[in-house]
């Protein structure tokens, strides 16, 4: 299981930080991702990060999203810096058993997600 916290809203500027804590049939070697779904729009791929820590982010939110993992603490967490109103969306951790990609269309498993809001 997944369930993500830390949602909330927040100035543009602002920052927040999003934690997932993970139990169940999901191990430290998966996978971990932030997926987000603003209104009208479809989910898309935000972040992951492997069990080693090599990350991977889209263009979007690079130099101001950082994703990191405890393993000890079954915890993932994703940093948001210099939020922008385009931000606004329900954020999801996921997590997938394959090997290390680019980029993620779908993930094997999905938590419940928390809302972050960005004001102009």
Sequence with gaps: QLQASGGGLVQAGGSLRLSCQISGRIFSSYVMGWFRQAPGKEREFVTAIDWSGRTVYVDSVKGRFTISRDNAKNTVYLQMNSL?????????????????????NVMDYYGEGTLVTVSS
């Design 84 to 104: 922008k109103p385009e931000d606004t969306a329900v954020y999801v951790c996921a997590a997938d058993r394959s090997r290390f990609q680019s980029y993620y």
